[in-house]
């Protein structure tokens, strides 16, 4: 690493009797530490680096490793055994599952939490007093620790107790244990995730929407227009960079997807409801299966590498066509 | 014309307080519920409470334990905050103004970590972390927290430290102030709606984090609030009363604390939007 000054020179023209040879050494050190760009250098970048590199790149690194391995967490990683992590990661039924859920999760969220949040942001777009009450609102699910979120609605969907019980009480039914029963346990687990992350997305897209100019809607409007026609045929086109960045928000928030499933279901009734990650967490850390769990560490980071590169290309695309 | 905007005004009122309605209605149900017995709790979710029982919030609010958990949370966060605002602004700082060799790869490594994110990293940094021998310790939270959050703080913090006026860097330079200066009485000062932000995006994280000190974390004495909270439930999985008043006194500092931030809160997310 070889540093040069910027725009200003440390040794300044200004001040020649520092710029010549006679000059003693330690007050040129003493200028340069303080105008140099060396030590300011030295002394800013390796603390992140550092942290960085340590707790971020080795760890991530390490587990390539330690995927070869079957190893129980104690002492150095021995007993190599190729390739055996990853085909027994690939035909746990357990894991094809959780990985069909995130998928599910991805769906959901494309396919209804997007679009309603989508026309809740048209709908609240006008900054007008009301409408940003009604963001505010909108947005204090997401704001909510996941790990709360879960455990209010554990006891809404709770049988004994909470709505499901009330309101099959009014109807004189045997509140059913929603969360305990395999397929419905799933689909109580997608009703949180829309409900918890549609107003991030309802942020993004007003963020999106205003930069959509006025004056364009306001001369369709002129020309005739039909409000139908305004929304479908000039802002979705133009907010389509962000529904884009939302769909790959939920691609990624998906595969992040733990602190909600373990008060909701823990990853039961059968393992049905886990998520990658959730997986990871009850087969890789709490059995101390070290080397299994970083096997599927490993393909965690595939994924969300392919996805990054994905979303980069398409975007790259996006701006191009542009 | 004239008849369709007021329908079109009235069907808007009714989806956007029907939305409302749903997106408040857990919460709202938690907050009574903590104030509720168990049998208005098996028949009356929704509803005021047919006698108000006070006794779940008070038993939480006068336990020792509630507040060291805050406390631990709270101490936690402080230091992820300074550690992150600190380190990332002065790596941005490099990035943003010195030339070097080098630079953009170093740029570019920095922000690898926007690739994948913390909970699928968890199982290798609870390796790094047990390696270390910070099992147990606030650290074992606090540093991998601060490592996570670099890539996107730098990447923020960068952008904006690029937009401010070169102008004055010049002449704070001609007149023979260091860098270090610099950084301290012109570029920090400059910065501080971003730093803000930074601020406020990981405060909210280490906050609500339950993963890292779910795996890095044993002693009770050490809980973060989210653990203390799912060990209450386990203890009293069926007494909801007491759960949603201890679930409802968490929501409190965290919905107070975003009506206060909102600014920099959705701040944080769109400007992470436009930068990717």
């Keep these: ?322 | 014309m004239r008849i369709r905007i007021p329908l079109y005004a009235y069907y808007r009122w009714l989806l956007l307080f029907l939305a409302a309605g749903l997106c408040l209605l857990p919460i709202w149900a938690a907050v009574i519920g903590g104030f509720k017995s168990s049998g208005d709790l098996r028949t009356n979710a929704l509803g005021l409470p047919r006698e108000w029982i006070t006794d779940n919030y008070l038993s939480i609010l006068v336990a020792p334990r509630f507040w060291q958990m805050l406390g631990n949370s709270a101490f936690i966060a402080l230091f992820t905050v300074l550690f992150t605002v600190l380190v990332s602004s002065m790596a941005a700082f490099t990035l943003a103004h010195l030339r070097f060799a080098g630079k953009r790869w170093i740029a570019g490594y920095l922000t690898l970590g926007l690739t994948f994110p913390f909970a699928t990293a968890v199982l290798p940094v609870f390796i790094r972390v047990r390696d270390f021998g910070l099992l147990d310790t606030y650290w074992g939270v606090i540093l991998p927290q601060v490592a996570f959050n670099l890539s996107f703080s730098i990447v923020l913090l960068r952008g904006f430290f690029q937009e401010l006026p070169k102008e004055l860097f010049e002449a704070a330079l001609m007149d023979g102030c260091g860098y270090l200066k610099i950084f301290w009485r012109i570029t920090l000062p400059l910065s501080r709606p971003i730093l803000a932000t930074v601020a406020v995006l990981s405060l909210v994280g280490s906050w609500n984090n339950f993963l890292l000190p779910l795996v890095t974390i044993n002693s009770d004495s050490l809980y973060s609030w989210p653990l203390g909270i799912m060990q209450f439930q386990g203890q009293y999985s069926t007494d909801w009363g007491r759960v949603l008043a201890f679930v409802t006194l968490t929501m409190i500092p965290a919905i107070a604390f975003y009506l206060a931030a909102q600014k920099h809160i959705i701040a944080g997310l769109t400007a992470g939007a436009v930068k990717g």
Aim: glycine residues 8%.
């Design chain 1, 1 to 322: 690493m070889k540093a040069r000054v910027g725009s200003a020179q440390s040794v300044s023209p200004q001040r020649p009797e520092l710029a010549g040879g006679a000059s003693p050494f330690w007050p040129k050190l003493g200028r340069t530490l303080r105008t140099g760009p060396w030590p300011t250098l030295l002394l800013f970048l390796p603390p992140a680096l550092l942290v960085f590199t340590v707790f971020v790149v080795w760890p991530v690194l390490q587990s390539v490793y330690y995927g070869f391995f079957n190893w129980n967490g104690y002492g150095a990683p021995q007993n190599w055994v190729g390739f055996s992590n990853f085909e027994r990661a690939f035909n746990d039924p357990i894991l094809r599952n959780s990985l069909f859920n995130n998928l599910l999760v991805v769906a959901v969220s494309a396919g209804i939490q997007i679009p309603i949040a989508l026309w809740l942001a048209l709908m609240v777009s006008d900054a007008r007093r009301s409408n940003l009450i009604f963001r505010a609102i909108f947005f204090i699910p997401y704001i909510l620790a996941e790990i709360v979120v879960g455990l209010i609605w554990k006891y809404l969907y709770d049988g004994n107790y909470g709505l499901v019980a009330t309101v099959c009480h009014w109807f004189g039914w045997r509140a059913p244990f929603v969360l305990a029963l395999p397929g419905w346990a799933m689909a109580a687990l997608l009703v949180v995730v829309v409900w918890k992350y549609i107003g991030f997305h309802l942020a993004l897209f007003i963020a999106g929407r205003q930069n959509v100019s006025n004056d364009v809607i306001e001369s369709a409007r002129i020309d005739g227009a039909s409000r139908w026609q305004i929304t479908r045929h000039i802002i979705l086109p133009m907010m389509k960079p962000v529904i884009l960045l939302s769909l790959f928000f939920s691609v990624l928030g998906s595969f992040q997807l733990f602190d909600l499933i373990i008060p909701l279901t823990g990853g039961d009734p059968l393992n049905s409801t886990h998520s990658m990650v959730s997986y990871l967490y009850t087969f890789g850390i709490k059995r101390m299966r070290l080397g299994y769990g970083s096997a599927v560490a490993l393909m965690l980071f595939i994924i969300c590498v392919v996805v990054m590169v994905c979303y980069k290309r398409f975007l790259l695309r996006e701006d191009r066509a542009r």
